[in-house]
Structures are given as C-alpha cells and as structure tokens.
C-alpha cells in the first residue's frame, strides 16, 4: 500500500525562525515523485517545492528545502526565516512515476507567530 | 490563463437531490484529477482523466457518482441522491504530461442537510 503519513497535525513557529514539517511515505516503488503543497484558509493548494526520487539533491525553493532521505522514505519541509504569509495547512503527496494517482497525508497546520 | 477554475465555489443541497459540479482545467492539461477533502483529512484521490478518457476511478466513487470529460476539455462531477456523508470539498486538478506536478482549483464546497 502506497501511504503517506504526517505525525505532526499542528506546528507553531515565530516569525523569523525556522521550522520543519514531517513526512514519511510508504512504497515498493522506486521511482516516483514528492511534493509539498500548501493550502491557505479558504484558497487554493498550490506547490511549494517537488522532489523527484532519482535525484539525490535536496530540492530547495527560496526559504523552502526538504530533507529527502530515500532509504528512510523520509520527506520533510524546512522553512526558513518563516513569514506571517507561510500560515496554512501544509501537505505532503506523493506520485509514483508509474501511475496517475496523487497520494496525500492528512496535512499539517502552520501558525507563524509574530 | 488563469489557473484550474471550478464552479460554484458552495452549495447547500438537501439529502437526496442531485448536484453536478464543474472544473475548467488549465489550458492544454490533458490530465484532470477529482479529489474529495474533509475537514481535517488530506485530499482522498475520486477519479482521474487523460483527455476524454477517464482511465483510474477509485472504489471511493459509489455509484451514485459519475463524472464526465467531453472533448477532453472541461469535466463535471455529478453526484445523485446526495447523502450526508457526501459533504465535504471537491478539488479538481490538471496538469501537463511534461509535468509532474498537479495545479488545484479552489474547490466546490458541498453542504448536504
């Protein structure tokens, strides 16, 4: 079974500072494709940052990079110098290479603190 | 181009009547994804098209729905006989083949009472 879990439903972090968000995924698949959406109250989920499996660089975006360990099926988000902006509920998903399917966690709830 | 847009953005249905939703993906996608939120659950995969050809349907999908993509453009999400369980945010999504990466809508939020 192809699952992605996040332990952490709700985060805090000051403004400014950094914070990570947890990600674990389950799969026999070796070739596939990770992702961080954001999805802001009442608006739409948009992409923060993808990661695709063969690549052994951590995918960085501005303020956003992950921490990809594939042995582990590790995927976590870092934020840094975090803004008041970065509040919402934040996803991982993953997407084997072979299919169409977008696997999702139950998400995990920001606060940036000012 | 303005992004994967769905209409309506709300609606109150009463148990047991039909609604039908629609999502305009973004120009040129021939991917199109219908997923189902609640609140405080990650999105839950429903159906997925490539072009006219809806080829992946999850056993999520009860017979009471059924969605549709003509000419491989816009698509709808019909639901009959809507039960409360039903009540939750529908999400489309559309991507390119090129891409790996999904673009959402805003959503139909559907309320059955």
């Known amino acids: 079974a192809q699952t992605v879990t996040q332990s952490q439903p709700e985060m805090s972090v000051q403004e400014a500072e950094t914070v990570t968000l947890s990600c674990t995924y389950d799969t026999s698949e070796s070739d596939y494709y990770l992702f961080w959406y954001k999805q802001p109250p009442s608006r739409q989920m948009i992409l923060v940052i993808r990661q695709e499996a063969y690549k052994q660089q951590n995918a960085t975006e501005n303020r956003f990079s992950v921490n990809f360990q594939k042995a582990a099926k590790s995927f976590s988000l870092k934020i840094s110098d975090s803004q008041l902006g970065d509040a919402a509920m934040y996803f991982c998903a993953y997407r084997p290479n072979t299919g169409n399917q977008f696997y999702f966690g139950t998400g995990t709830s920001l606060t940036v603190i000012p | 181009d303005t992004g994967v847009s769905q209409n309506p953005r709300h609606k109150i249905t009463k148990r047991g009547q039909n609604v039908t939703f629609r999502c305009d993906p973004i120009s040129e996608h021939n991917r199109l994804y219908w997923y189902r939120q609640t609140l405080g659950q990650g999105p839950e995969f429903l159906t997925y098209?490539?072009?006219?050809?809806?080829?992946?349907k999850s056993r999520l999908l009860s017979d009471r729905f059924s969605a549709e993509r003509p000419k491989g453009s816009f698509s709808t999400l019909e639901i009959q006989r809507t039960e409360q369980g039903d009540s939750a945010m529908y999400l489309c999504a559309s991507s390119y083949r090129q891409l790996t990466e999904a673009f959402f809508g805003q959503g139909t939020r559907l309320t059955v009472v």
């Open positions: 098209f490539q072009n006219e050809a809806q080829l992946e």
